[in-house]
């Protein structure tokens, strides 16, 4: 299986900004659509941004023109750059991956094959 391990995470102040890394297992990795959640105590895991093997990407509408995500094949690995960070952005941040052919859809829809254990991102003054 799949193993993923993020970092990157920290405590920035609102107005900041973050790169969240999501490092794989091998460079079968580079098949995969990549994505990313988050989940705040209390709340449901949240879709954030996805990126296909070509590049597509996706993104909630919540972090739209705010976080960008991008990927490096010969690391087999997918960032997430958090801008113009603000405090309800708080929260993990965990990668995700699926095969799934339909791979953005499947990552909005839950279909996926691998998770890691989360990095967690605070903005606070």
């Known amino acids: 299986q799949l193993q993923l391990v993020e970092s990157g995470g920290g405590l920035v102040q609102p107005g900041g900004s973050l790169t969240l890394s999501c490092a794989a297992s091998?460079?079968?990795?580079?098949?995969?659509?990549g994505g990313w959640y988050r989940q705040a105590p209390g709340q449901q895991r949240e879709f954030v941004a996805g990126?296909?093997?070509?590049?597509?990407?996706d993104y909630a509408d919540s972090v739209k023109g705010r976080f960008t995500t991008s990927r490096d094949s010969a690391k087999s690995t997918v960032y997430l750059h958090l801008d113009n960070l603000k405090p309800e952005d708080s929260a993990v941040y965990f990668c995700?991956?699926?095969?799934?052919?339909?791979?953005?859809?499947?990552?909005?829809?839950?279909?996926?094959?691998?998770w890691g254990q989360g990095t967690q991102v605070t903005v606070s003054s």
């Open positions: 990126i296909t093997s070509g590049g597509s990407t």
């Open positions: 091998g460079n079968i990795f580079n098949i995969y659509t």
């Open positions: 995700t991956a699926t095969r799934q052919l339909d791979g953005l859809c499947a990552i909005r829809e839950l279909r996926t094959d691998s």
